[in-house]
């Protein structure tokens, strides 16, 4: 691979912008439940159209994810998950692929392994990118520098709550992708969508440029129809992760993630 | 010794804001409130009347005679388990309960261990017509079924947390991921020096009064020489060493051995842990090899937790505070020893400052000094006669 994960985090952004859509990014928790059948949900998932991933590495005390997240890191942990087993999913994830990886996880983890080594066997692995789910602009310029030396990109958050302010500030920082948080809450499945995401895109896009990935409370095919319009990018996880931890096998959980994404997929194509 | 926080909520490296985004600007609000509030003489005013007249401060400095004779060197006793609802807690609660009202949110949210905070949080909301809803580990809710019922009886909601081990830990979590959620409307009191900026410098200033009133009440012939506190999160022994750090006075602070430090269960974080990010601060905590944090164990609740308040931290990579530990069999005999010498049943938390001054007594010989006695026992009674059995 000649490029770097940033330089394919840019083209994805540039080539779905340039088709008037949003690329479509499941989520899944690294190794519920082992390596294998991970990397082979991931497999399926980008059978069935999707555009690049975000992979979870699991956290035991995830302040920001709902039961269902919450619930698969606990068990992949028990498994026996751990940084370098995730690294080594993204690895295999990104080379049979070919789509670019996200990893997801919190600070401490990162901060525990060095935030530049962190980045840097990131990059080795294939990663595109990192999303830190508690680290705000404030103390995310340590992270921000390790991940461009190693050539990866980084998410910033902003969420309904953000002021234009710290907008601002976010945008300032110079992150790859702003990640939209759509819904007040957790991660998690919603019946209905919040409505907030369109006042919040809007709001950043009359600060800046910058991608805009949205998530949190995205779960069915007609909610990531309805973020598509907004966003240059669609993350769709505990609905997803609900049918992996549902399912009795990695095979079934394989087909149940394909007819998921392909809905998905069809849906954010339609429109609605 | 500086007591900081600095601009961005650290005290030396230590502090700060790792906290999802979704929360900062309520963060940001609660700085700006908390800072006009703490310099409204109306607000103070209200605060100290509410304090006087409802939480019965000053609370006591009891010389613990018959004690003081057996060790050889004067001892005195904060007597914050006689502070209304038998803890410290309350000093807090009172004051962020009043912010809540101030800040316009009707609704408060609550973690607690050993139910202390729980209860004060919800006796503040009693007090105050505020909605309280406590977040309380499934493993704590078993050991401490008074609290539990207490605060049933007070009008507050107890939701039981079933992940990781049940305890405060996961109570923390817990309160965090509903304010993750409910933060326009709901103001979270975290019930210690733990947490993101501005937490643990709040909670410190509406707990200094333990330090401040030590210091009257002891000035002149008492002067303590030793200060000594139990640390869980740290809230009572911050609360009074705020008013002895530039002063001749040694600080212990006593954090829970458990079954002993290098068995790997207790809740040693300044000791044996080391540091890193947990609820929302970078400070010393257990953890593993892959930053996962690890489950501390305490025979006290309030003990029972595997961080510390970032202030702490700052405090123990300066040496401006001695840490050490006591295990919970030498709790548990303090527990007996206070209650048979002085008619005083201490708090299983506080028992702990009391077992390592009696640890340590041969070294204090001549010395003054001064324990924060931070609750009352009652919540552990039935815990205890357990144990006898």
Redesign the interface.
Known sequence: MTDTGAERLRRLFATVRSEHRAALLPFLTAGIPDIDSSVSMFEAMAAAGADGFEIGIP????????PVI?EAA?RA?AGGM??ARAFEIADRVTTSTGKPVLLMT????????GAAEFAADAAAAGAAGLII???????AAPFLAATRDAGIGMA????????DT?IAAIADADPSFVYA?AT???TGERAEGSGALAGLADRIRATSDVPIVAGVGISTPGQAASAAAQADGVIVGSALVRRALEAGSGDVAADALRSAVSDLRAAMERGT | MTTGPDESGRFGAYGGRYAPETLMPALEQLEAAFTAAWNDRDFRSELSELLSTYVGRPTPVFHARRLSESLGFDLWLKREDLAHTGAHKINNTMGQALLAKRMGKPRVIAETGAGQHGVATATACALLGLDCVVYMGEKDIERQALNVYRMHLLGAEVIPVSSGAGTLKDAVSEAMRDWVGSVEDTHYIIGSVVGPHPFPWMVREFQRVIGDEMHSQLHGAAEPDVVVACVGGGSNSIGAFATYLDDDVELVGVEAGGYGLGTGKHGASLIEGSPGVIHGSFTYLLQDDEGQVLEAHSISAGLDYPGVGPEHAAYRDAGAVRYDSVTDDEAIEALHLLSRTEGIIPALESAHAVAWVVREAPSLIGKNVAIVLSGRGDKDVMQIAALDD
């Open positions: 956290y035991a005390d995830p302040l920001m994810d709902g919450a606990e942990l751990t940084v919190y600070t401490n983890p990162v901060m525990h392994y789910a508690d680290l705000p602009v404030e103390e910033l958050f902003a969420a309904p709550t953000t002021t710290r948080v007040l809450g957790v």
